[in-house]
């Protein structure tokens, strides 16, 4: 039987060991940290609030309204700040007139409460306001950003009230506008879920002090749809449905500034 004297068997490790080195994988390059000192992207064609670069990389959006933020502080401070979800957005763009004079849109079509509730200091606070007008719902009951839940939707609206109340903000909590059907979310009947939040966001201003904005009863019809008349996909106000809002904004906001320290 042949046999491997150690000598043997030395020679052919200092004969292996290089070849299986030449086969082991280089080390990996050490990825980029996470912690930098801008990560917004220097073009934001192509991103909305639910792209994948922006969910993988920027969940609430920060980047989206960086820039204008710039604008404003202690010593240019904003009057109001609309934030919320499309409907804002699609309000600042179709409405401009309204949003002059030191109100300032920062609504992000597609979004959820939890997302608005991460940029609520960047977004609102940053800005110095007097009054914050929140209006948002929509999306949570779509489920954009996943499942959810009332209590969770409950518990961001109180967490932006805390943020407001505590540094010196009014708030306008605007109802969640009529709908009946959400063509992204084929086979939804929302206008339960809408009504049902509705109640407990005027209650919850009542109870609060707060400045609720019924946008619901002049925009729906009997059945809790959106007139057809005011927005053509039956979620989003057109023009017309702007129009019917823009006096109850109005008087929302007069009568926040008014209780104003």
Same mark, same amino acid.
């Given at each position: 039987?042949?046999?491997?004297?150690? =000598?043997?068997?030395?020679?052919?490790?200092? $004969?292996?060991?290089?070849? @299986?080195?030449?086969?082991?994988?280089?080390?990996?390059?050490?990825?980029?940290l996470?912690?930098v000192?801008d990560p917004?992207p220097a073009n934001?064609?192509?991103l +909305?609030?639910?792209?994948?670069?922006?969910?993988?990389?920027?969940?609430p +959006? @920060?980047?989206? &309204?960086?820039?204008? /933020?710039?604008?404003?502080?202690?010593?240019?401070?904003?009057?109001?700040v =609309?934030i919320?979800?499309?409907?804002?957005?699609?309000?600042?763009?179709?409405?401009?007139?309204? =949003?002059?004079?030191?109100v300032v849109?920062?609504?992000?079509?597609?979004?959820?409460?939890p997302?608005?509730? @991460?940029?609520?200091?960047?977004?609102?606070?940053? #800005?110095?306001?007097?009054?914050?007008?929140?209006? *948002?719902g929509t /999306?949570?009951?779509?489920?954009?950003?996943?499942p959810?839940? $009332?209590?969770?939707?409950?518990?961001?609206?109180r967490?932006?009230?805390?943020?407001?109340?505590?540094?010196?903000?009014?708030?306008v909590?605007?109802? *969640?506008p009529p709908?009946?059907?959400?063509? +992204?979310?084929?086979g @939804?009947?929302?206008?339960?879920?809408?009504?049902?939040?509705?109640?407990?966001?005027?209650?919850?201003?009542?109870?609060?002090? #707060?400045?609720?904005?019924?946008?619901?009863?002049?925009?729906?019809?009997p059945?809790g749809? #959106?007139?057809?008349?005011l927005?053509k996909?039956?979620?989003?106000?057109?023009?017309?449905? &702007?129009?019917?809002?823009?006096?109850?904004?109005?008087?929302a906001?007069?009568?926040?500034?008014?209780?104003?320290?």
């Open positions: 039987m042949n046999r491997i004297t150690p =000598f043997a068997a030395l020679a052919f490790a200092l $004969v292996a060991v290089p070849a @299986l080195a030449q086969q082991t994988p280089p080390p990996q390059p050490q990825p980029e996470a912690m000192d917004c934001r064609d192509g +909305w609030a639910l792209s994948d670069y922006v969910l993988k990389h920027d969940w +959006w @920060l980047c989206r &309204y960086r820039a204008e /933020n710039a604008a404003y502080s202690a010593a240019n401070p904003a009057r109001a =609309f919320g979800d499309s409907i804002t957005e699609g309000w600042a763009r179709t409405d401009p007139a309204l =949003f002059t004079g030191g849109g920062r609504g992000l079509s597609g979004q959820t409460s997302q608005i509730l @991460l940029r609520f200091w960047q977004d609102v606070i940053a #800005l110095h306001p007097r009054v914050v007008h929140i209006m *948002i /999306n949570d009951i779509a489920g954009n950003t996943g959810t839940s $009332v209590a969770a939707y409950q518990a961001n609206i967490a932006m009230v805390d943020l407001a109340r505590v540094n010196g903000v009014r708030v909590l605007g109802s *969640i709908a009946r059907r959400m063509d +992204w979310r084929p @939804l009947e929302p206008a339960p879920r809408i009504a049902q939040l509705n109640r407990w966001l005027r209650e919850f201003a009542d109870a609060q002090g #707060l400045v609720y904005a019924d946008y619901h009863s002049a925009l729906a019809t059945d749809a #959106l007139r057809p008349d927005g996909d039956g979620v989003h106000p057109g023009a017309p449905g &702007y129009a019917l809002m823009r006096p109850i904004a109005e008087r906001l007069a009568e926040a500034e008014a209780a104003y320290p």
